[in-house]
């Protein structure tokens, strides 16, 4: 029985990433509901929230923004994990390794394609909360659109990453409680981080999404960009870089 040897690795290639991101693009092209899942709930998630605030619309101003970041990054981290377990447990990665791909082409191909898609999800989440639902920032609504950008390329990073250590795709939803739920508790959005127990607001600073709120509060509250707002964004996108390079390092040709 002949086995599949992956080719030698090569450096990082655009030609192969583009040419893996437009393979991922035409896939979701036939999968209208990922593309809504992707494009659509953080948009009904704000809209809910709006109108569950109604009576109180500086609630939805102080939580709103927060909001704006979380929502992408959680759809991101899910439809990301599931998508790349399923080229896997379906022997297309196999495959596409065996060929002059790197883990490297691969990954930044699968960032890319959802990279697109993450655009066009922030966009139309940042439109809808200050143009829609009227949240009212301070700051400019293109630095809102800044982070809500990075968050959810964060997302996509983590649900990369933590792709390779699942065996299914119910695995893969799995890790949702261990990765993203202590950092939604822990990210300032339910209490401020400087009134948590010490090691509590110690675990907070090393997670991304605490700094992914910090940045939105700053837009909420300044009307220009502050160097804390550059430090948060700048620690946002560094996590997801990050989190790529070790998704890269750990990928799996196929499940055991």
Same mark, same amino acid.
């Given at each position: 029985?002949?086995?599949?040897?992956?080719?030698?690795?090569?450096?990082?290639?655009?030609?192969r990433?583009?040419?893996?991101a437009?393979?991922?693009l035409?896939?979701?092209?036939?999968?209208?509901?990922?593309?809504?899942?992707?494009?659509?709930?953080?948009?009904?998630?704000?809209?809910?929230?709006?109108?569950?605030?109604?009576?109180?619309?500086?609630?939805?101003?102080?939580?709103?923004?927060?909001l704006?970041?979380?929502?992408?990054?959680?759809?991101?981290?899910?439809?990301t994990?599931?998508?790349?377990?399923?080229?896997?447990?379906s022997?297309?990665?196999?495959?596409?390794?065996?060929?002059?791909?790197?883990?490297?082409?691969?990954?930044?191909?699968?960032a890319?394609?959802?990279?697109?898609?993450?655009?066009?999800?922030? !966009? $139309?989440?940042?439109? %809808?909360?200050?143009?829609? @639902? *009227? +949240?009212? &920032?301070?700051?400019?609504?293109?630095?809102?659109?800044?982070? !809500? $950008?990075?968050?959810? %390329?964060?997302?996509?990073? @983590? *649900? +990369?990453? &933590?792709?390779?250590f699942?065996?299914?795709?119910?695995?893969?939803?799995?890790?949702?409680?261990?990765v993203?739920f202590?950092?939604? +508790?822990?990210?300032g959005?339910?209490?401020?981080?400087?009134?948590?127990?010490p090691?509590?607001?110690?675990?907070?600073?090393?997670?991304?999404?605490?700094?992914?709120?910090?940045?939105?509060?700053?837009?909420?509250?300044?009307?220009?960009?502050t160097?804390?707002?550059v430090?948060?964004?700048?620690?946002?996108a560094?996590?997801?870089?990050?989190?790529?390079?070790?998704?890269?390092a750990?990928?799996?040709?196929?499940t055991?």
């Open positions: 029985m002949s086995t599949i040897t992956p080719a030698p690795p090569r450096a990082l290639d655009a030609a990433t583009t040419a893996t437009a393979r991922v035409r896939q979701l092209r036939h999968d209208p509901r990922t593309i809504a899942l992707m494009v659509l709930v953080p948009c009904v998630m704000l809209f809910l929230l709006r109108y569950v605030f109604d009576g109180s619309a500086r609630t939805f101003d102080n939580i709103g923004a927060s704006l970041g979380i929502f992408p990054l959680i759809t991101m981290f899910l439809v994990s599931i998508a790349t377990l399923r080229e896997r447990t022997g297309t990665l196999e495959r596409l390794l065996a060929m002059p791909l790197g883990k490297g082409d691969l990954i930044a191909g699968y890319l394609a959802f990279g697109i898609l993450a655009i066009i999800q922030s !966009a $139309l989440a940042t439109g %809808l909360a200050v143009w829609v @639902l *009227g +949240l009212d &920032v301070t700051g400019s609504p293109w630095l809102l659109l800044l982070i !809500a $950008l990075l968050d959810a %390329l964060l997302g996509t990073a @983590l *649900g +990369l990453f &933590v792709s390779a699942a065996a299914s795709e119910f695995q893969a939803v799995q890790f949702m409680p261990a993203i202590p950092q939604l +508790l822990l990210c959005l339910f209490a401020p981080r400087d009134t948590m127990h090691a509590l607001e110690a675990l907070s600073n090393v997670l991304p999404m605490s700094y992914a709120v910090d940045g939105m509060n700053e837009v909420l509250k300044h009307p220009d960009m160097p804390a707002f430090r948060d964004t700048a620690i946002v560094g996590c997801a870089l990050l989190v790529l390079t070790l998704g890269a750990t990928l799996k040709r196929r055991a």
